[in-house]
């Protein structure tokens, strides 16, 4: 089954700096990958995904991520942090034609002033 | 668009007692997951549906636990009886396709078991 390992558990950036969240999965196959957020008290909202194509894909509120197959990575990037982007950051892979999505632990991220 | 309906929003039962979480998913969608989230085991996907059928259900933690979903527009999560290690947030989700698709999550339901 798949697998994804978000190393950093908690991250700390200044608010204006640049931000990399890192995921790398575990999958015998072409995974479909995923970046969801999640703010205080609320479900989780998809940042953007990967399933074919461009390796460089672009999601909502400014973020992207890279698919790197020979890395087996797919880093969350964003060139400028905002306050109101503190929250925990969760990569997901699944596999094609099944459901089963699995998560990583998830990064929190906080934005100092 | 209504988006993933849950209810209760907090549920605070004692232990011994019977907990029904509920969800309506997204009209349309016809995949729908149940999650737990704690912070010791994180993100765990208990049991999925397609089209009203229990595809997999090797995350349900063990007998306690049973999921329904009568028809398209709704699904339950029992636990009975509850337990106090069963106090996290339940989160429901529901996609359009049963292959791998985005999933879109209801706010969740905060149980906690005393």
């Known amino acids: 089954a798949q697998s994804v390992t978000q190393p950093d558990i908690h991250i700390t950036v200044s608010e204006g700096a640049s931000l990399e969240l890192r995921c790398n999965y575990s999958y015998g196959a072409t995974p479909y990958l995923f970046w969801y957020v999640q703010s205080p008290g609320q479900g989780l909202q998809l940042l953007l995904k990967y399933f074919s194509g461009d390796t460089l894909v672009q999601g909502i509120k400014g973020f992207e991520a890279e698919f790197k197959r020979s890395q087996s990575s797919f880093n969350l990037r964003k060139p400028s942090v905002h306050w109101s982007d503190a929250a925990e950051y969760f990569c997901a892979v699944g596999a094609y034609n099944n459901n089963d999505m699995r998560f990583g632990a998830g990064t929190r991220l906080t934005v100092k002033p | 668009d209504a988006g993933v309906i849950q209810s209760p929003r907090h549920e605070v039962t004692e232990m011994g007692q019977e907990v029904t979480l509920r969800c309506k998913p997204i009209?349309?969608?016809?995949?729908l997951f149940w999650y737990r989230q704690t912070m010791m085991r994180g993100l765990e996907l208990l049991i999925y549906?397609?089209?009203?059928?229990?595809?997999?259900d090797s995350g349900m933690p063990e007998d306690r636990f049973s999921a329904k979903m009568p028809n398209a527009s709704f699904s339950t999560l029992k636990i009975q009886p509850s337990e106090p290690r069963d106090s996290a947030v339940y989160f429901c989700?529901?996609?359009?396709?049963?292959?791998?698709?985005?999933?879109?999550f209801g706010p969740g339901t905060r149980l906690t078991v005393l």
């Open positions: 549906f397609n089209n009203n059928v229990p595809i997999d």
């Open positions: 009209s349309g969608h016809n995949s």
């Open positions: 989700a529901s996609s359009v396709d049963t292959t791998t698709d985005t999933q879109y």
